[in-house]
């Protein structure tokens, strides 16, 4: 393969560009994006996204890493992402490896490579580029020689699918952990210290920081995790997630990179809160990203305007996971809006709560952007609702919807899920009459007709971490049949969109399987599996033919009780692959959320 980046790049310019869509993605040189001479770096990070440049650009958090890491004078960052499958062609045609978009400096040649883990389908894609830079899958199989493999994100609280080809996990805020990490690999570097004494050190004395190879599970005769333990006395049994504590003087990239072609998110994204006191049961997010944490409207107003002089774009979202939860956010909207309404820069809000909150936003959102709203119901009768402690009624639906529509919104996107928890063919019933009821509700309290619902509906799946983490997930032919009756009932003033089951299935294996799942994980990747989260792209039968083989679906691509099956129920005393890793809400209290959820019970308790 060719090491030399000039020479990749001339490849680039004279052959390959011409022949693949949005060139543009391989080429770096954008507005904001930081360019250092490699010599001077002392520790030199690849931050890897394991998808195209159009989702990894719209991606605040890996923006964040790439600030902190240049921020520093003697560590430099650069960027890679998945290539599309007619780039990956062109490049091993051309014996090229993967490379930064910085440089074109093979990623190998690194000091570390940095994945961000957002998504279960996105793991193939992991391995994908690990093989295109030349390196061998299984951390066990590389050299000293190879840059350290790092994770960070939602998937690295429950890491075992991934703990053969990951050196290092970050379980919780990489803001907290990350600079750490770097100091500890610069100073190494200076005293010789080889990877196997990193890696120790890191394990033992940072906050947040797993080393799988430093951790050996056991099972028992019936197949079953019995337990995860450290091989030295010295290392922690359980790792606790990093938690930055004052999200208002964190880091935050005020020169955000402004991509050379189209994203899916082209804006100024600012993340007002972090974490969500709601407590909903099934809610991976709610329950890790805990305490609740707030920016102040003074530091978000100034991050807008310096985001703003930097870049030029044209519309700011105000982001978290429950935005309009933030407890100063009328005082922000008319900071924002005072300001940059006379810049024609729009604000938007991409969810708010169903709750009392809108009617009481009404006045302040009228100069939000109205490009679109999304509601998360998540289910439609009130007895489901309470048992995932989605606690919200049918008139708070109702109510915030007509108030949406009254603010100028005529497009409301509505989120359910099926395959719930003790979910009946009534529930079912319910969801296409409650979209029809709300549209009902908006024309009878308004008087107009034109509000349209754009409604997605998606498999349950159980996460780790949550009160939901026991329950098995429904088969995709069960799902198929409830998806095929809720389409009947719909309006005409309604778009339901339907989320793969069969993916949903691929991602509950890799979101709750112990350490052997790498396995299933790995030979999908051989067979061919790659961007399986997107449609056009994921191939069942890879998968199919895979999980057969494995023994998590029979002969016939029925569920089988595999310990690593996703619709198996598994016990309150059963070893899960992720106890190791703590977050956010405890075990105990875990436990007694799931049995306060089926004796009907609505508490806000705490942690």
């Known amino acids: 393969m060719l090491t030399n980046p000039e020479k990749i790049h001339e490849l680039l ?3 390959i560009l011409t022949r693949v869509s949005q060139p543009g993605q391989y080429i770096g040189n954008e507005i904001g994006c930081v360019k250092k001479i490699a010599d001077s770096a002392e520790v030199s990070l690849a931050l890897c996204f394991p998808d195209t440049y159009s989702i990894g650009m719209s991606h605040l958090g890996y923006q964040i890493l790439y600030d902190i890491v240049n921020s520093k004078e003697w560590a430099m960052a650069e960027r890679a ?75 690295a609280l429950a890491p075992e699918p991934l703990a053969d080809f990951i050196d290092v996990f970050f379980a919780g805020d990489a803001e907290e952990s990350l600079p750490r990490f770097l100091n500890l690999v610069r100073k190494s570097k200076t005293e010789g210290a080889g990877r196997d004494q990193i890696l120790h050190e890191a394990a033992k004395t940072i906050t947040g920081i797993y080393v799988p190879k430093l951790y050996r599970p056991f099972y028992g005769n019936d197949g079953l995790l019995s337990g995860i333990e450290p091989v030295k006395d010295d290392l922690p049994a359980q790792v606790r997630a990093a938690v930055l504590k ?37 809610c991976h997010a709610g329950m890790t990203h805990r305490p609740q944490r707030y920016r102040s409207p003074d530091t978000l107003f100034k991050q807008a305007v310096e985001c703003y002089q930097n870049t030029g774009y044209d519309e700011i979202a105000l982001c978290s996971l429950s935005s309009s939860d933030y407890p100063h956010l009328q005082d922000l909207l008319k900071k924002l809006t005072d300001y940059f309404t006379p810049l024609s820069v729009s604000v938007s809000l991409p969810s708010l709560r169903v709750s009392e909150h809108i009617e009481q936003l009404v006045g302040p959102l009228n100069a939000v952007r109205k490009s679109g709203l999304t509601l998360a119901p998540e289910a439609a009768t009130q007895r489901l609702r309470d048992i995932i402690k989605k606690n919200i009624t049918d008139r708070d639906l109702y109510d915030g919807t007509a108030a949406a529509v009254e603010a100028g919104w005529r497009t409301i996107k509505l989120y359910f899920m099926v395959g719930l928890p003790d979910e009946g063919a009534e529930d079912i019933d319910a969801i296409g009459a409650l979209c029809n009821a709300v549209i009902d509700n908006v024309r009878k309290k308004t008087g107009k007709k034109s509000l349209s619902l754009n409604v997605t509906v998606s498999p349950f799946v159980p996460k780790p971490h949550t009160p939901m983490q026991w329950e098995p997930m429904q088969t995709v032919d069960a799902m198929e049949k409830k998806w095929k009756k809720i389409r009947i009932t719909g309006g005409k003033k309604i778009k339901f969109k339907w989320h793969n089951p069969e993916q949903s299935m691929v991602e509950a294996v890799l979101a709750r399987g112990d350490r052997r799942a790498g396995e299933v994980l790995r030979d999908a990747y051989i067979k061919g599996a790659q961007f399986d989260a997107w449609n056009d792209s994921f191939d069942f039968s890879i998968w199919e033919q895979t999980l057969k083989a494995h023994g998590i679906l029979n002969d016939k691509g029925q569920p089988s009780d595999h310990h690593n099956s996703p619709f198996r129920l598994r016990t309150e005393e059963e070893c899960m692959p992720w106890d190791h890793v703590s977050c956010g809400a405890e075990k105990d209290f875990l436990l007694k959320e799931r049995r306060r959820a089926f004796e009907g019970k609505m508490k806000n308790s705490t942690v």
């Open 13 to 15: 310019e004279t052959k």
């Open 81 to 155: 992402y998945a290539p599309w499958i007619d780039m990956q062609k062109q490049m091993q045609e051309h014996g090229i490896p993967l490379f930064t978009v910085e440089s074109f400096t093979p990623v190998r040649n690194f000091d570390i490579l940095g994945f961000t883990l957002q998504s279960e389908l996105l793991y193939s894609n992991i391995l994908l580029m690990l093989d295109m830079a030349g390196m061998e899958l299984l951390g066990s199989d590389r050299s000293c020689e190879d840059p350290l493999v790092i994770a960070g994100g939602p998937g």
């Open 246 to 282: 004052d999200l208002d003087n964190a880091p935050f990239p005020v020169t955000p990179i402004v991509p050379n072609v189209e994203t899916t998110q082209e804006r100024i994204t600012l993340e007002i809160m972090r974490g969500c006191g709601r407590g909903c049961r099934f």
